[in-house]
């Protein structure tokens, strides 16, 4: 299961990514949606970083039980 997490992990981050060069692509024809990609990539990177944390806490968690 922790394989699986850190899979998906970092499919945030590819996710990210491609809001991040979709945003770039767009800026010049429709800012208003650049600024959502943006956001969206901001918010997806967080998520990214909160789980990767939590994961972590989980795992240290669960070797100290053994």
Do not use: P
Request: glycine content about 4%; charged content about 25%.
């Amino acid at each position: 299961m922790n394989t699986l997490w850190k899979f998906f992990q970092y499919g945030y981050l590819m996710i990210a990514f491609i809001c991040t060069v979709e945003a770039i692509v767009r800026w010049n024809s429709d800012r208003s949606r650049s600024y959502l990609f943006l956001g969206f990539a901001i918010l997806i990177t967080l998520v990214f970083f909160f789980k990767r944390h939590f994961r972590k806490k989980i795992e240290t968690r669960n070797r100290q039980n053994k």
